[in-house]
């Protein structure tokens, strides 16, 4: 990621992203906590790609370089926290499910940025307990590192609906099946099938938040059928793909 913006402290603030706009490639020496009431948001670093909907947040750790995208519109709440405050012990980002009392304390806590008062300290103070009972959550495709990984990929990607086989693949990849399997194990750490299912609910996420009706979304992400999309969604969500958009504060 060329031009890195280095900000020392993370902001912690509330701000509105139009659908599509970006915030360039940065890094900050402090943690972040990065939530989207609305639409979907997508943070990327050169380990790949973090996505949340409205009801999920990506912890983003000091140091990490990382731009974000908004997928619809976002309203997009930050929570610098100092690089010796990390209440989740993690390393690496990470997406995180957000309760409805999580959410209000976001949303709450990034309202006045200027406040230092005790009531906002101790508000802080519960965010925090409240981030460590936070479930963590597999949202997230890595980047691939083996140029024949990485043209699997790139062609799903392209086309989420694509129905070719990890063999098929291959013979266009110039990679046997066997072996194409093994990078998606040792570089992924998930199956060809798990894989697969979660690029496409990452395209669905962007084509509902961009209003997609939900049936178009299942057709160009490759489910055979509405209602098989709409469990895998709920399953891996806790809502159904109708409403994802309904869950901003």
Known sequence: MPDIRHTPQAPTR????????????????????????????????????WFAPGNRAIWVPAGTVHAHRAHGHLDLHLVGLAADDNPLGLDAPTVLAVSP???????????????????????????????????????HLPAATDPRLAAVCEILHADPAEPRTLAALGTVTGAGERT???????????????????????????????????????????????????????????HTPGIHNRLSP
């Open 101 to 139: 009392l999580l959410r209000e304390l976001i949303v709450a806590y990034t309202r006045a940025p200027a406040d230092d008062s005790p009531e906002r300290h101790r508000l802080l103070a519960v965010l925090r307990d409240q981030l460590r009972a936070s479930p963590q959550q597999p949202l």
């Open 180 to 238: 194409l399997s093994r990078l998606f194990r040792s570089e992924f750490g998930m199956t060809f099938p798990q894989w697969r299912t979660q690029s496409r609910l990452y395209h669905a996420l962007r084509m509902l938040a961009d209003g997609t009706p939900v049936t178009t979304v299942a057709h160009r992400c490759g489910w055979s059928s509405t209602s098989a999309f709409i469990e895998v969604f709920r399953r891996s969500f806790g």
């Open 14 to 49: 509330a701000q509105s992203l139009a659908a599509g706009e970006r915030i360039d490639a940065h890094r900050h020496d402090d943690h972040q906590i990065v939530y989207a009431g609305s639409g979907v948001l997508a943070v990327t670093t050169d380990a790949g790609i």
